[in-house]
């Protein structure tokens, strides 16, 4: 994303100034006289309507943006940095806040911070710091003391320039939720709700697809579901074979040794194109001058899944835009169909046969198609983002497991 932030580094970042590369935009601040400056913190109405009689813990996470201090916030939204932590990580401070009942709501404050908004339900996460900062839950791994604990998180940014918020999907599929924003004149935008019936759909999906697909699905030992893992951490876990996107990358190579994929990185600046062709084991980009901008090696399936390794997206104007498109074009499987990337809509999306079902089937089950299904499901776009220039409240609403 940089708009959302991996559990693959284990600490919290800053993902505020990559977001414009995401978007294709050149600004996100408007002018000063614009409108009115965002207040230090903002309300966030957090409303149970889960159907489950788990008591619900509420945490929020992140990095001050005065300070680039990494803490929490308490339910005033007075922020507090993290103690020091030890090698091995010690017990973080406990920063839950006791959530509200079913169909019941509470109302919290949010300050300035790029972070995270976790929930549990029916036991507290187990944070822990380390020397580097906050350890974060990876259940992926089995020694992970959170594994058997159903928690989920939102991702948002609170600046100067408004709020954003957005639910993800990224590093696993759990407790359902949405997220939302109201603005001055009282509008409020949401995105995150599934479609009735598509929390059992998107598991149910995942069972029927070959391949390993259904070992996502992560169960406590008595059964319940926790989650399902996302592809790339399910590739880390054992769960899903590490060749499962090997075919399709195969032909992709093939097809751009003898045919140029152009990519067009920025929805505001059309003119900027660059030119992939594979010589060598290599895919090169050239610049519209034909010097070489920058080469990939070819991914192998971790590196598609997690947009990093062969893949990696650094925040720059460059190789970071190109990688973003080749990573959504890979996981869309849509780099053999279109040599213009990135795709202007989603009807070609997840068609080949060897693709990022896990994706494929949040978005099918999404009420408005949008999800951070992988890292960069932004470009173009598609992904379940909200955002104001002036919020008046931002909103996280617990879904039914349905």
């Known amino acids: 994303m940089s708009r959302r932030v991996s559990t693959r580094f284990r600490t919290l970042p800053c993902w505020a100034s990559a977001l414009l590369l995401a978007l294709g935009m050149t600004a996100l ?28 813990y509420v945490y929020t996470i992140g990095t001050l943006l005065s300070t680039g201090q990494q803490g929490w916030a308490d339910a005033s939204g007075t922020f507090h940095p993290w103690p020091a932590g030890g090698n091995p990580p010690t017990p973080a401070p406990d920063a839950s806040i006791a959530g509200p009942a079913g169909g019941q709501s509470l109302t919290i404050r949010i300050p300035k911070l790029s ?17 580097g900062g906050l350890v974060q839950p990876a259940v992926q791994n089995p020694s992970d ?12 940014t609170l600046d100067d320039s408004g709020l954003y918020i957005n639910s993800t999907q990224v590093d696993m599929f759990s407790a359902p939720y949405a997220v939302g924003v109201q603005g001055a004149d009282g ?18 999906a995942l069972r029927a697809q070959g391949g390993g697909w259904g070992k996502l699905i992560q169960t406590r030992p008595d059964g319940t579901v926790l989650r399902a893992l996302s592809p790339g951490h399910g590739i880390e876990a054992g769960a899903l074979p590490a060749n499962t996107m090997d075919d399709y990358i195969n032909r992709v190579w093939q097809k751009y ?14 003119n900027t194109k ?35 390794k062969r893949l990696d997206a650094p ?16 996981n869309r499987t849509t780099l053999l169909t279109n040599p213009n990337q990135p795709d202007t809509g989603d009807a070609g999306f997840y068609t ?7 994706a494929r089937v949040i978005h099918g089950q999404m009420a408005d198609g949008k999800a951070y299904a992988f890292a960069f499901d932004d470009v173009g776009q598609h992904e379940s983002l909200v955002h104001d220039g002036n919020p008046q409240q931002a909103s996280i609403t617990l879904d039914p497991f349905n």
């Open 29 to 56: 601040a408007p002018e000063a006289s614009a409108q009115p400056a965002v207040p230090s913190t903002i309300p966030l109405k957090f409303t149970n309507n889960s159907g489950r009689g788990d008591q619900i």
């Open 115 to 131: 972070g995270r908004v976790y929930f549990s339900y029916g036991k507290k996460i187990d944070f822990r710091l380390t020397t």
């Open 145 to 156: 003391p959170n594994r058997n604990i159903l928690f989920n998180w939102s991702e948002f």
């Open 187 to 204: 509008s409020a935008k949401t995105t995150g709700h599934l479609k009735p019936g598509g929390y059992n759909g998107v598991l149910n």
């Open 257 to 270: 040794a003898a045919t140029t994929l152009t990519v067009t990185p920025f929805a505001d600046r059309p």
């Open 274 to 308: 660059y030119f992939g062709r594979v010589s060598g084991g290599v895919m090169n980009f050239t610049n519209g001058s034909g010097a070489v901008v920058t080469s990939f090696q070819k991914p192998d399936s971790d590196s598609v899944f997690g947009c990093y």
């Open 315 to 330: 925040n720059d104007q460059v190789r970071g835009p190109i990688s973003r498109t080749l990573c959504a074009g890979y």
């Open 352 to 358: 080949d046969g060897v693709t990022n079902h896990y």
